[in-house]
T-cell receptor, first 111, second 110 residues
Framework: ETGVTQTPRHLVMGMTNKKSLKCEQHLGHNAMYWYKQSAKKPLELMFVYNFKEQTENNSVPSRFSPECPNSSHLFLHLHTLQPEDSALYLC??????????FGPGTRLTVL | DAKTTQPPSMDCAEGRAANLPCNHSTISGNEYVYWYRQIHSQGPQYIIHGLKNNETNEMASLIITEDRKSSTLILPHATLRDTAVYYCIVRVAHDYKLSFGAGTTVTVRA
């Protein structure tokens, strides 16, 4: 256990569905991150939030919409996804730019 | 960020030390060396990091060469549960970005 939890752990959705991924950290950190890991590919940074403010958006399509209501919670809202968006979505947190700690991930399958 | 080069895979025997090499010949003075590992389909797990001195914690030791162009992660007594992909990452100080490469797939054999 790293102190970063993610729900759900597995998600199957159709291309017309809307769903949300949730991440919560219990480490007192102020920065939170979303990463995507597609099959056979390295992790890709998607978004960075620092004290609820988005500081990084790595050219992520608008069908992925992040939300950070406070420093402990991070959401990724999904709508009209494509099958190629199927991947492991990982959340991480850190204190400033210190070491990042990752959650277990959400395995997303888009049909 | 400086790029890193790691062997794609390596095997090691259970109970023996596992020495994982990483080259980072273009590393800058303000860049740290981080190691993470990822057990199949789980989130990456932080192992250790260092700037220029050797570091040791309960999981592993990190040996950084004097010129900082390469490093070695040492798992002192490998177990089957250490089978994972190990990532060596060079990261700029005070930067949020953590760039993962392909890593080294380490298989510990009984």
């Amino acid at each position: 256990e790293t102190g970063v939890t993610q729900t759900p752990r597995h998600l199957v959705m159709g291309m017309t569905n809307k769903k949300s991924l949730k991440c919560e950290q219990h480490l007192g950190h102020n920065a939170m991150y979303w990463y995507k890991q597609s099959a056979k590919k390295p992790l890709e940074l998607m978004f960075v939030y620092n004290f609820k403010e988005q500081t990084e958006n790595n050219s992520v399509p608008s069908r992925f919409s992040p939300e950070c209501p406070n420093s402990s919670h991070l959401f990724l809202h999904l709508h009209t996804l494509q099958p190629e968006d199927s991947a492991l979505y990982l959340c991480a947190s850190s204190y400033g730019t210190d070491t990042q700690y990752f959650g277990p991930g959400t395995r997303l399958t888009v049909l | 960020d400086a790029k890193t080069t790691q062997p794609p895979s390596m095997d090691c025997a259970e109970g023996r030390a596992a020495n994982l090499p990483c080259n980072h010949s273009t590393i800058s003075g303000n860049e740290y060396v981080y190691w993470y590992r990822q057990i199949h389909s789980q989130g990456p797990q932080y192992i250790i990091h260092g700037l220029k001195n050797n570091e040791t914690n309960e999981m592993a030791s990190l040996i950084i060469t004097e010129d900082r162009k390469s490093s070695t992660l040492i798992l002192p007594h490998a177990t089957l549960r250490d089978t994972a992909v190990y990532y060596c990452i060079v990261r700029v100080a005070h930067d949020y970005k953590l760039s993962f490469g392909a890593g080294t797939t380490v298989t510990v054999r009984a």
